[in-house]
């Protein structure tokens, strides 16, 4: 079957395995992992949260913000939810629109496995790209599979291996190298969804503790949970706002996001003067955190001794505590990579590329990088359907 062969993806992750199932007869997709779709398995901590009921343009970061509309507006979270509910496959909403599997995250790999196999497309696994060229007209492709070398003349090949994060689950530049070889710019490239690190781990002591913030860096900010750890700061506003972060930013963190403080201390005064002023704070804040900023803020004394000023002084302090991390965790625990293949260079309708005919780059690898919350996978299906479509 190999010499039928007319379309190549690289990489059976969640935007190869979509892509497959639309090009159909004449497809092979190749992994070098053991099993496909390693990332969907482990994602939403094993129940995949596999798309976002609000997922929008506005939910990515990419140097061209329009790139991601078409794609996104051709193959929908309603389409994949569709295609989930074909499949039986029972999904619940946690939280602000995120969707996950009511059982496992693999329930969606082996669901976009028996699409691409009904679609007439094949899978091999444990196999390498040795050596790639093009002669004007066709791809030639020099795969190792169980030892052995097999070549392939496709027309298209399809850029799927996603991008670096986690390098110990097999992420490779795979598909950036082989873009830029074929006349492609990349756009700065950077760990993302990722939790920040602090010099001397200034939260050690409180690691584990979590509340609700508002978390703002360069102008945009996302109201979810924050968590303390040993090594600095993680937590979904956390990971949501490092996408948004540079190296020498500071992040601020509003601790009362909900604006009641104020007036709860004030009436907690009224009521309950003689208490301790860090003791009442307990009722807001987790009392280790308090601990933490008792010194910074000067707490002392009971509730009857601040005056509104002070309350309010107090309130403003913890409403925008400015932090500066010294980095984050990299790609090591990153959930994502921002940036990526340059939108520039590829076509927003069918991601074929404008420099090589027949060359296509879908899912993580471009330059579209999604919101923590199932906006990723998104952007996986869309891109995927939108090159398997055109091919
Ligand atoms: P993906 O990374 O899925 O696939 C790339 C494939 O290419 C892999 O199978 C890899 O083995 C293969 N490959 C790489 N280099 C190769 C080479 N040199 N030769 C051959 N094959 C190669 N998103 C979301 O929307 N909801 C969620 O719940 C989560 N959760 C989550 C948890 C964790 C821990 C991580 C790390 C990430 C997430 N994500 C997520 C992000 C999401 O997993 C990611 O954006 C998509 O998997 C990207 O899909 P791709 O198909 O582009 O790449």
């Known amino acids: ?7 190549l993806i690289l990489g059976a992750g969640a935007a190869g395995l979509m892509c497959a199932a639309q090009a159909g007869p004449g497809t092979l997709v190749i992994d070098h992992a053991r099993a496909p779709g390693e990332k969907i398995r482990i994602s939403g901590g094993g129940r995949c949260n596999f798309t976002n009921l609000h997922a929008g343009h506005e939910n990515f970061l990419s140097a061209n913000p329009h790139f991601c509309k078409s794609a996104l507006s051709r193959y929908t979270q309603w389409d994949f939810i569709d295609l989930v509910a074909r499949h039986g496959i029972a999904w619940h909403e946690k939280t602000l629109g995120q969707l996950f599997c009511d059982g496992k995250a693999t329930q969606i790999i082996a669901m976009l496995v028996e699409e691409l196999r009904g679609a007439g497309a094949d899978l091999w696994l444990s196999t390498r790209l040795v050596d790639l060229s093009h002669d004007g007209h066709r791809f030639h492709a020099v795969l190792e599979r169980d030892g052995a070398r097999v070549t392939l003349s496709p027309r298209n090949l399809v850029l799927a291996t996603g991008g670096k994060s986690i390098p110990k689950m097999g992420a490779t530049g795979l598909a950036y190298e082989i873009a830029q070889r074929f006349g492609h710019t990349l756009t700065e490239t950077r760990p993302a969804l990722v939790p920040f690190t602090f010099s001397e781990a200034p939260f050690a002591a409180m690691s584990g503790t979590a509340l609700p913030v508002r978390a703002a860096c360069n102008g945009t900010a996302f109201e979810e949970a924050a968590l303390f750890t040993h090594r600095g700061l993680s937590g979904p506003a956390i990971l949501q706002i490092s996408s948004f972060w540079r190296e020498g930013e500071a992040i601020t963190l509003d601790l009362d996001p909900e604006a009641r403080l104020y007036e709860a201390l004030r009436a907690q005064r009224q009521s309950q003067g003689r208490r301790n002023l860090s003791t009442e704070l307990g009722h807001h804040l987790p009392a280790k955190l308090i ?91 869309s891109s995927g359907w939108a090159a398997g479509q055109a091919i």
Request: no cysteine.
């Open 291 to 381: 601990g933490h900023l008792a010194p910074a803020l000067g707490l002392s004394g009971n509730l009857a001794d601040q005056s509104d000023a002070r309350l309010a002084e107090i309130t403003d302090t913890l409403r925008g505590w400015t932090l500066k991390p010294t980095g984050t965790e990299g790609y090591r625990t990153a959930e994502v990579t921002l940036g990526g293949i340059d939108t520039g260079g590829l076509s927003s309708k069918t991601m074929e590329s404008q420099h090589l005919p027949g060359l296509y780059a879908i899912g993580e690898a471009v330059d579209v990088t999604g919101w923590l919350g199932g906006y990723n996978f998104q952007w996986a299906w």
């Open 1 to 7: 079957m190999t010499e039928a062969i007319d379309t």
